[in-house]
Nanobody, 127 residues
Framework: QLQLVESGGGLVQPGGSLRLSCAAS????????IGWFRQAPGKEREGVSC????????GYADSVKGRFTISKDNAKNTVYLQMNSLKPEDTAIYYC????????????????????WGQGTQVTVAS
């Protein structure tokens, strides 16, 4: 079956770092655009970062630009989200999602076209 599994979340202090992983199975990432999304309690789901199918283009929400970096390793069929300088307002459940070849910034425009979703991983930023 087609699956995306997030990992790497946890509790971190403000200013700290985490690296989230999104491991794909049942399909090959090099044919898909991948987006990272997050949803905090009481807030709407927000597109965080996206990467093109071959990894040559990336996009970021203004709220994370300069702090987060998305990347992929096709050999491992895994997408990463490196999160630095974390703030309490970054606290949320983070999800990765995949869609067939699409504009690389799609996750920043709309989410309803993403076909496959992971289960989410909790990120909590607090002292």
């Amino acid at each position: 079956q087609l699956q995306l599994v997030e990992s790497g979340g946890g509790l971190v202090q403000p200013g700290g770092s985490l690296r989230l992983s999104c491991a794909a199975s049942g399909f090959t990432l090099d044919d898909y655009t991948i987006g990272w999304f997050r949803q905090a309690p009481g807030k709407e789901r927000e597109g965080v970062s996206c990467i093109s199918s071959i990894g040559d283009n990336t996009g970021y929400a203004d709220s994370v630009k300069g702090r987060f970096t998305i990347s992929k390793d096709n050999a491992k069929n895994t997408v990463y989200l490196q999160m630095n300088s974390l703030k309490p307002e970054d606290t949320a459940i983070y999800y990765c999602a995949a869609v067939g070849p699409a504009p690389y910034r799609l996750c920043l425009i709309r989410s309803n076209e993403f076909d496959y979703w992971g289960q989410g991983t909790q990120v909590t930023v607090a002292s």
